[in-house]
């Protein structure tokens, strides 16, 4: 018998045998049986939801929530006892009687650690926006610093993001903001 005929007699034996022994498993099983048969390098790799956190990412997740709750509660202080950080006016709103791109934040962040979100929104949208996404990462820092559990697609997105990225769309919140606060105060320079 030639080389050939016996590796083609081998494959078939094999073939054979491995057919009738993936017929008399469930799916599970017979899954089971080709993870063990691949190599550690052809598994596939399937993404974890979940991660542990260390205890220097929980101090770090403790401190970014600390410090969110902290300017929530500097921002409500300031509306309670009605004391502002910058007591002069505003240079660029005394020159050309309109508004700069970041009249209204204080304001607006007053208003959102009051809890009175819809007046965040009107009197400065970007702070308004702003505020919102702080929250949210306030919200994620509290589950890691108390859980010790973080979202491993989260991580991934966020290690793939460029720091000009984020400055670019920090750039549109506080120009879109300006763009929309600009309009209300034409609007009322021109019925006035």
Same mark, same amino acid.
């Given at each position: ?18 057919? =009738? ?129 973080? =979202? ?41």
């Amino acid at each position: 018998m030639s080389l050939r005929a016996q590796r083609s007699n081998l494959n078939r034996r094999i073939l054979s045998s491995a057919t =009738s022994l993936t017929l008399n498993l469930d799916a599970k099983s017979e899954c089971r049986y080709c993870n063990a048969l691949m190599e550690s390098g052809q598994q596939p790799i399937l993404p974890k939801l979940f991660s542990r956190a260390s205890a220097a990412q929980r101090l770090i997740a403790a401190g970014i929530f600390l410090f969110i709750v902290a300017g929530f509660l500097l921002g409500w202080l300031m509306g309670h006892f009605h004391f502002t950080i910058y007591p002069f006016p505003c240079g660029f709103k005394q020159r050309y009687n309109l508004p700069c791109p970041t009249c209204g934040m204080t304001t607006a962040v007053i208003a959102f650690a009051r809890g009175d979100i819809a007046d965040a929104f009107f009197t400065q949208p970007a702070a308004g926006f702003l505020c919102t996404l702080a929250i949210v990462i306030a919200f994620f820092a509290f589950l890691i610093a108390v859980f010790g559990v973080y =979202s491993s697609s989260i991580e991934r997105h966020l290690a793939s993001l460029k720091l000009r990225y984020i400055f670019a769309a920090l750039f549109l919140i506080f120009a879109a903001g300006w763009a929309v606060t600009l309009a209300r105060a034409i609007a009322q320079n021109s019925g006035s």
